[in-house]
């Protein structure tokens, strides 16, 4: 059985900084593509980052220059660091996990947590 959790989300002021943790629980399988997503209500999840297993990483327009997507193959981890955070990444932040096993290969997603960057 898989678990993606997540991490570490909370209350900022803006130009603050929040670290974003998310582990992938169980055994029997690798980890391919890792992504951190968000989504805010009446609107669709929205790609914010994605590191490959070799570390080759993408970020949203809107992030790049502030966020850092990171990971640690050997612990099946990854984070995001989010720096000069601004009101508009206010949203729920959602880790995904392309899990592979020799019969499968699917995407888990965690259950989410809450960014609010707000005075």
């Known amino acids: 059985q898989v678990q993606v959790v997540e991490s570490g989300g909370g209350l900022v002021q803006p130009g603050g900084s929040l670290r974003l943790s998310c582990a992938a629980r169980g055994s029997g399988f690798s980890i391919g593509t890792m992504a951190w997503y968000r989504q805010v209500p009446e609107k669709q999840r929205e790609l914010v980052a994605k590191?490959?297993?070799?570390?080759?990483?993408n970020y949203a327009d809107s992030v790049k220059g502030r966020f850092t997507i990171s990971r640690d193959n050997t612990k099946s981890t990854m984070s995001l660091q989010m720096n000069s955070l601004k009101p508009e990444d206010t949203a729920v932040y959602f880790c995904?996990?392309?899990?592979?096993?020799?019969?499968?290969?699917?995407?888990?997603w965690g259950q989410g947590t809450q960014v609010t960057v707000s005075s």
């Open positions: 590191i490959s297993r070799l570390a080759v990483t």
């Open positions: 995904s996990a392309e899990i592979v096993t020799l019969s499968l290969s699917r995407t888990y």
